[in-house]
Every structure is written in structure tokens, then in C-alpha cells.
């Protein structure tokens, strides 16, 4: 993330890992790499896929079970030289689809690039996801965190339905698997329902909230967002939202070297990131958990919210800021010729 860390970001961050020690301690888990069953034929997209967990997915396992692997990612520097270390690891090249999330219209355009490419997506693994300390705003004018990592993935899901539900058979659904965070179960409790909807795009109320709240209530926007996918789209696709673990990787790492060498000490590392993802993606028992929310290590956790009126609430939102847009339209047509 390559900000400066403040003394105050350095104990936040500090204190974000630690007040997880009780996550620190959780069985091991029974579902493993080797448990992904063969995805010959099956077309992924993970968005994020050049660093971190995103990788890790990629990495660790979809490469090597033989799946179609999309790099959903903003740089293509980043993008081609994680698929060609990948190539060394694997011995299997993976394709770079150029995503900016925090632009509705470069959706729009991956969208399209992809739709023009692929006529089935099996698995969606939206990964990607900041967490940032300044007063950014995405190019439509959105809180960065909230408008990339919630705004930014629920409309590229939509846009992708098509091809979700082409993918998708009475036996095998296709999944959309969406990281949140146990940060979206504490790290909020300033707001009643958790999701304060003024800070979504610039206010006064966004310019005094705290990194990590503007985090926080992305990543339970993450779940409540996948909680009222499942009511909508659930006869075709599962969801699942996912607490991945303490994992070290680069958006929670801190830039200096004391908050680093701290984090360490905390954080398991990043292949083991993969292990929920993955097991929400590919494991049959997720064919009867779809809305749930799944923790480390591969086993269902609980929520800090499952209330339909709050998950009306922000898809009502969500839809508003993409509402009338052209592509949208397009793509909405043909999801009604798909049902
Ligand atoms: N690590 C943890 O302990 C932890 C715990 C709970 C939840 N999570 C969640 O797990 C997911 C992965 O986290 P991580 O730790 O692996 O993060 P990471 O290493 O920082 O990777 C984040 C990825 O998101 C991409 N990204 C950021 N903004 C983007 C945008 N506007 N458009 C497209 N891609 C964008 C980054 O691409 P660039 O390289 O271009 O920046 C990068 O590939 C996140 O959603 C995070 O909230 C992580």
C-alpha cells in the first residue's frame, strides 16, 4: 500500500492483528489444496490475482487443477509478471483481463473483453480490495475503499451474470466467492446497522471516518452483499463471502519496517489465505451454504449481519449508482433471455 504509515496507523494496524488472537488459534483445517477437485475445462476469474491471497488462489491451485485462470487486475506490469511467475510455478500460462475497479467504465470495458472471450464463467473469485488512510475517491466519485471493494465488484458481477448462468448446471452451479473480513464483524461498531450510507461518496461524515472503519464497512458491505445476491440469483449461482485469515500480504502490510517486522509475528502466510476461498469455490459442501458466510479455516462463521431489510437496503443503493447505464441495459436483457 505503499503509504506513509502514521504512529497511530502503525498501532491500528498493530492492534488490528492482534485483537485476532483468538483467530489465531482456530482448528486446522480439514479441507486442503489437494481437496480442489480437477477444473479442466472450468473458467476462473480472480480479481487481484497478481499479489496476495489473489495470487495464492491462483497459484497454489487453480493453475495447477488445470483451470482457465483470468487475472482481473489495473497494472499490467503487475499483471505479466505475476502470470509469468506463475508460468515457472505451474508450467501454465494465465490470461490478463484489465480491471480498474474503482471505474465503473474500465468494468465495463473488462466486461466486455471477457464476454468477448469466454461464453461461461464457473467461478468468480472477487479479491481484490483496498484499504486506504487518504481522502481518495474512485474516478466516479466514490469512497475508494467502499467504491472498489463493494460498489466496484458487486457491478462487475452483475455484468457477468450471463455468463454465470451459461455456467451453470442443476448439478454444479457456477460461484461467485466474495472476500470479506472479520473486520467486518467488529471493526464497525460505530454505526448501528454497520453500513453508514452517508460515507459512501464524499461528505463531511466520509472526511472524519478512520481507514480502517471506511474498511471495516466495506468488507461487511461484502457480505451483505452476497447474503441478498443469494436471495436473487440463488437458483443459479452460490455465493459465499469469505474471512480468508490473518494472512500477510500487501494490503494489510504496513510500509515501515517496525510495523512489518510486528506483523510477522502475527500473520500466517499468504498460501494459507487461499484455503477458505478456495474451499468456498470449489468444495461440494458449499452446493448447500449458499448466503453463508465461511472463516478460517474452511468452516462457516457467523456474521455480524444476516438481516433482509439491510441487504434490500444496499442493493437498492448499489443498483441506483449504476442504474440506466448503458452496458447495464445490454447486459440486464440478456440475463431475462437466460431465465
Ligand atoms: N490479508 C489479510 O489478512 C486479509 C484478511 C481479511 C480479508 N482480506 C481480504 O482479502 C482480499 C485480498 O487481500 P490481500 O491481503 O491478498 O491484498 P493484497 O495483497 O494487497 O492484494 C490486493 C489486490 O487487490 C488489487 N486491487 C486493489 N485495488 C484495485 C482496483 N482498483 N482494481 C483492481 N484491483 C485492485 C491489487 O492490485 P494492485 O497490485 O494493482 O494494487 C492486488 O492485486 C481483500 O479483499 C482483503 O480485504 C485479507
Known amino acids: 500500500m505503499g503509504r506513509y504509515a502514521s504512529a497511530l496507523e502503525i498501532y491500528g494496524r498493530f492492534l488490528y492483528a492482534s485483537t485476532f488472537g483468538s483467530y489465531l488459534f482456530v ?6 489444496e489437494r481437496d480442489v477437485p480437477d477444473l479442466t475445462e472450468k473458467v476462473v476469474i480472480v480479481t487481484g490475482g497478481n499479489a496476495g491471497i489473489g495470487k495464492a488462489i491462483c497459484k497454489v491451485v487453480l493453475l495447477e487443477k488445470n483451470a482457465k485462470v483470468y487475472l482481473a487486475t489495473r497494472s499490467e506490469a503487475r499483471a505479466k509478471a505475476a502470470i509469468a511467475e506463475l508460468l515457472v510455478e ?26 468477448s472471450k469466454e461464453t461461461k464463467l464457473h467461478i468468480l473469485f472477487n479479491n481484490a480490495g483496498v484499504l486506504s488512510f487518504s481522502d481518495a475517491l474512485t474516478a466516479d466519485g466514490y469512497d475508494i475503499t467502499f467504491g472498489t471493494n463493494v460498489l466496484g465488484h458487486f457491478y462487475f458481477t452483475e455484468l457477468l451474470i ?39 461518496k464524499d461528505s463531511p461524515t466520509r472526511r472524519k ?53 510486528l506483523f510477522k509475528l502475527v500473520l500466517y502466510p499468504t498460501p494459507m489465505g487461499a484455503i477458505t476461498p478456495l474451499y468456498g469455490g470449489t468444495s461440494p459442501e458449499v452446493e448447500n451454504l449458499n448466503g453463508e458466510y465461511l472463516t478460517q479455516w474452511a468452516r462457516l462463521g457467523t456474521p455480524r449481519s444476516n438481516d433482509p431489510v439491510l441487504g434490500k437496503e444496499l442493493w437498492t443503493w448499489l443498483e441506483e449508482q449504476v442504474e440506466g447505464r448503458e452496458y447495464l441495459v445490454t447486459i440486464r436483457v440478456e440475463v431475462a433471455s437466460l431465465n
Request: avoid cysteine; charged fraction near 15%; aromatic fraction near 10%.
Open 27 to 32: 482448528p486446522k483445517s480439514k479441507f486442503t
Open 90 to 115: 505451474t508450467g501454465k500460462e494465465a490470461s490478463w483481463l484489465e480491471l480498474d475497479l474503482s471505474s465503473l467504465q474500465s468494468i465495463e470495458k473488462a466486461a466486455t473483453e471477457f464476454h
Open 162 to 200: 450471463p455468463a454465470l448462468y451459461r455456467a451453470s448446471t442443476p448439478e454444479h452451479k457456477s460461484r461467485v466467492i466474495n472476500l470479506s473480513s472479520q473486520m467486518g464483524i467488529i471493526g464497525v461498531s460505530a454505526f448501528g446497522s454497520g453500513l453508514d450510507f452517508s460515507t459512501f
Open 209 to 261: 471516518i478512520f481507514g480502517y472503519t471506511s474498511y471495516s464497512q466495506s468488507k461487511l458491505g461484502n457480505t451483505v452483499h452476497t447474503q441478498e445476491f443469494a436471495r436473487r440469483y440463488g437458483n443459479k449461482i452460490i455465493s459465499v463471502s469469505v474471512h480468508p485469515g490473518q494472512i500477510s500480504a500487501e494490503t494489510l502490510d504496513p510500509s515501515s519496517a517496525l510495523s512489518q517486522f
